[in-house]
C-alpha cells in the first residue's frame, strides 16, 4: 500500500538551533517526494521537492532535503530556525502516472521557542 | 509557480444546505484537484476535476454529494451538498502545471463550518 508516515505529531525547537523532519514513505514505483508548510489559516507552500538526480535537494526558506532509498526516507533539514518557520510540515508522495494523485503525511506541527 | 485564487474564503452554512466552492488560476494548467483537510487532520484528495469530462473520484467520495465541474482549463467548482457538520472542513483546489510537472500548488483553501 502507499502510505507517507511522519513519525513525529509535534516538534517544539529553540530559534536558532537545528531542525529535522522525518518522513518514511511506501510507494511502488519510483517515488516523486514533496515537502510542503501550511501556516495558520494558509494554504500550502511548496518547500522542496525530489524527482531524480542528487540525493540532496535545496529548497526555500534554508530548508533542504535528502532522499534515501534505502532507508525509504526523504527527511527535511534546516540549520538554524526561525521564529517564522512554526507552522504545519507535511510530506508527500507521488508518482510519475498520469493520476497526478498526491499522498500526505500526517504533518508535523513545528513550535519554535524564543 | 501558479497564482491560485478561491471564493469564497470561508463560510458558515447551515445543515441540509449546498454551497460552491470556486478555484481560478492565473494560467492554463493541465490538472485540478480539489483536497479535504478536516480539522488537525492531513489532506485527502476528493477528486481530480477532468476538463470537459466528469470528475475522477477517489473512494469514499461521490459525484451526488460532492459535484464537480471544471468548464476551462484555468478554472474548476466544487459544490458541497446537503451538507452534515462532518463536512466541515477546509476544501483546497490544486493544480499540476503538465507533463514532466509533477509538483502541485494549492490555492488558499476554503474554510467551511457547518452548523
Known amino acids: 500500500a502507499q502510505s507517507v508516515t511522519q513519525p513525529d505529531i509535534h516538534i517544539t525547537v529553540s530559534e536558532g538551533a537545528s531542525l529535522e523532519l522525518r518522513c518514511n514513505y511506501s510507494?511502488?514505483?519510483?517515488?516523486?517526494l514533496f515537502w510542503y508548510v501550511q501556516s495558520p489559516g494558509q494554504g500550502l507552500q511548496l518547500l522542496l521537492k525530489y524527482f531524480s538526480g542528487d540525493t540532496l535537494v535545496q529548497g526555500i526558506k534554508g530548508f533542504e532535503a535528502e532522499f534515501k532509498r534505502s532507508q525509504s526516507s526523504f527527511n527535511l533539514r534546516k540549520p538554524s530556525v526561525h521564529w517564522s518557520d512554526a507552522a504545519e510540515y507535511f510530506c508527500?508522495?507521488?508518482?510519475?502516472?498520469?493520476?497526478?494523485?498526491?499522498?500526505f503525511g500526517q504533518g508535523t506541527t513545528l513550535q519554535v521557542k524564543p | 509557480s501558479a497564482v491560485i485564487s478561491q471564493k469564497p474564503s470561508r463560510d458558515i452554512c447551515q445543515r441540509g444546505t449546498s454551497l460552491t466552492i470556486q478555484c481560478q488560476v492565473d494560467?492554463?494548467?493541465?490538472?485540478m484537484f480539489w483536497y479535504r483537510q478536516q480539522p488537525g487532520q492531513s489532506l485527502t484528495l476528493i477528486a481530480t476535476?477532468?476538463?470537459?469530462?466528469?470528475?475522477?473520484?477517489e473512494s469514499g467520495f461521490v459525484i451526488d454529494k460532492f459535484p464537480i465541474s471544471r468548464p476551462n482549463l484555468t478554472f474548476s467548482t466544487l459544490t458541497v451538498s446537503n451538507m452534515s457538520p462532518e463536512d466541515s472542513s477546509i476544501y483546497l483546489c490544486?493544480?499540476?502545471?503538465?507533463?514532466?510537472?509533477?509538483?502541485?500548488?494549492f490555492g488558499p483553501g476554503t474554510r467551511l463550518t457547518v452548523t
Open positions: 476535476a477532468n476538463q470537459g469530462s466528469e470528475a475522477t473520484y
Open positions: 490544486s493544480v499540476r502545471r503538465g507533463q514532466g510537472a509533477y509538483e502541485q500548488y
Open positions: 510507494y511502488g514505483a519510483t517515488p516523486y
Open positions: 508527500a508522495v507521488g508518482g510519475s502516472s498520469n493520476t497526478g494523485k498526491l499522498i
Open positions: 494560467s492554463q494548467v493541465t490538472m
